[in-house]
């Protein structure tokens, strides 16, 4: 998953500005083509998700399902999610089903599988 991490602002940059979005009251997807042979993840819990504790059980969270559905979707994307506040009253697999919706809606999710 390292290797796989976006973690510089420039990274984070150009998938906001040419990225299309996704949302639901508990994530946002944001998705570009990024023309290698590999997913890239970003995670985004702002101060507005709550303490840092909420924060990192959030990003804890998301990035658990990424690592689980990780082989469902198609190679060569630069993922952010970020979360939202309601984030923290929603269950694992609430959250789970509102980021594989935000996939399908890119059409990159592969798996007929519905969760």
């Known amino acids: 998953m390292k290797d796989t ?10 998938v906001y500005d040419n990225a299309k979005s996704s949302s639901n009251k508990i994530v946002v997807v944001l998705c570009i083509k990024n ?6 993840l970003g995670i985004v819990a702002s101060k507005k998700t709550g303490n840092s504790v909420k ?20 190679k060569g994307y630069d993922i952010v999610i970020i979360a939202r506040s309601a984030i923290n009253i929603s269950s694992f697999s609430e959250i789970q089903n509102s980021i594989i919706n935000c996939f399908k809606c890119f059409k ?3 798996n007929n599988y519905s969760v």
């Open 35 to 40: 023309n290698t042979q590999q997913n890239r």
């Open 55 to 74: 924060r990192n059980k959030a990003r804890r969270r998301i990035k658990e399902i990424y690592r689980v559905n990780e082989g469902n979707l198609l």
């Open 5 to 14: 991490q976006m973690l510089k602002k420039g990274e984070f940059k150009k």
């Open 108 to 110: 990159i999710w592969e």
